[in-house]
């Protein structure tokens, strides 16, 4: 399903786009849903999109050996995740499953690459709201690991 | 007010009950010889004969004089001998002492307020004042993260609250348990999920240090201007009073113009988050 305009504008990540911007990504981006339980992606998957979640609600975390998993977080609507996909090696950090029936917005990463190289502005925007979710997810696994060392 | 005589002579207050809010945290509930007026964000002295005393801020409402509750978590030498102690004992208060929050000027506004661990405990004098004073504010937004749901303290306060017009609270937990489906994170991380008009708003922090510092740091970066944002500095005190200096943070007596500040008031403060 593609995802419209008026829609895109609803999402906080999106504020300070212009039309013209939010109709790129419109055009490189669909609506994918997910089950409860189901895995979006396991930590080292190779990533293809860039997901912004609609609706419900995700739970992030790391694979131990043993196939053990910590739950380190949870995503909540409006929230970017799987930020790697548009880095070199686009390998996931995390693995991320849905533990409500979920709705997301899935950003096609390499074509996304591609309008950064190609719209200064748009990049700019674009990387500015990566760095925002990839500051605060560091500054809140850093608060989550003094409160375990009760520091 | 303390007895005018000897401003460190305590009050008496007979132990009624001892609810068990959590493994290290209990709420002690007194009833003081005579009437004790405090306003919230206040902190008073509360002694165990022959052992000593520590400052705590009442958890209970200003509004009731004739009863006090104080919220203890287990730290230490008195904090430990405090959670030993049962109904019918008799302990001692002096205070009210310090600057509570300025809930006056909160009319009109939308109030934020970020709480972790046992910083529930003044939060909780806060929101019975504000409560109070619902028609007279916006919003109440609480956000509020634990280490683990077995760690929340007062777990009713959450439902009752959100059944209240204007008020919204959110809670999440460091790490999970069974039987937790709610979100899992730092108290920091509810911040994103909020919407606040920011213009027409104070935030209050409160909570561990560490808490206290990320928490103002993602206020600050949500736009939140230093003379919008109240914390409650928890210092090392003694005497209470301004005369031991104990308790200074820099030029400031945490005990006398504390506790509660503006992180304006404070934040070029080197000792603020030690
Ligand atoms: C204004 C204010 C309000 C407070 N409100 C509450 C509250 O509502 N509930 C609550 O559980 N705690 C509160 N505290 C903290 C509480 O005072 C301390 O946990 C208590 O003094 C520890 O005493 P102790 O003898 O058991 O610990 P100690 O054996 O003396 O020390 C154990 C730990 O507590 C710290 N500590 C010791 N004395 C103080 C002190 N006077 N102030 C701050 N930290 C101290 C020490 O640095 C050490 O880390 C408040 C502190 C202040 C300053
Ligand atoms: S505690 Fe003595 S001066 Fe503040």
Redesign the pocket.
Known sequence: MKMEIEDLKKIKFFEKFTEQQLETIASISSVKEFMVKEIIFEQYDELADVFILLQGSMSLGISLPKDKRIHLGTIEEGQLFSWSAIFPPYISTAWVMAITPAKVIAIDARKLNAEIDKDCDFGFKTMSKIAQTISHRLSDTRFQLMNQLNL | MTDNTNIYKPLRANLVDVIEESPL?KTFVLIPEREFVFSTGQ?IELSVDGV?E????P?SSPLVTDKLE????K??????IMHELKPGAVMGIRGPY?RGYPVKSFEGKEVLILGGG?GL??IRSLLFTLEHMKDKLEKVILCYGSKSPTDCIYKPLFSRLNSIDKFETYRTVDRTEEGWDGPVGVATALLDKIKVKIENSVAVVCGPPIMMKFGTIRILEMGYRDDQIYLSM????SCGLGKCGH?MMGEFF?CKDG?VFTYKEIKHNPEIWK
């Open positions: 945290i902190f000593g520590a400052p705590f801020t958890s104080v919220t203890v978590m730290t230490g030498y008195v904090t430990n310090g046992c405990a003044p928890e210092k090392n005190m308790c945490v506790p």
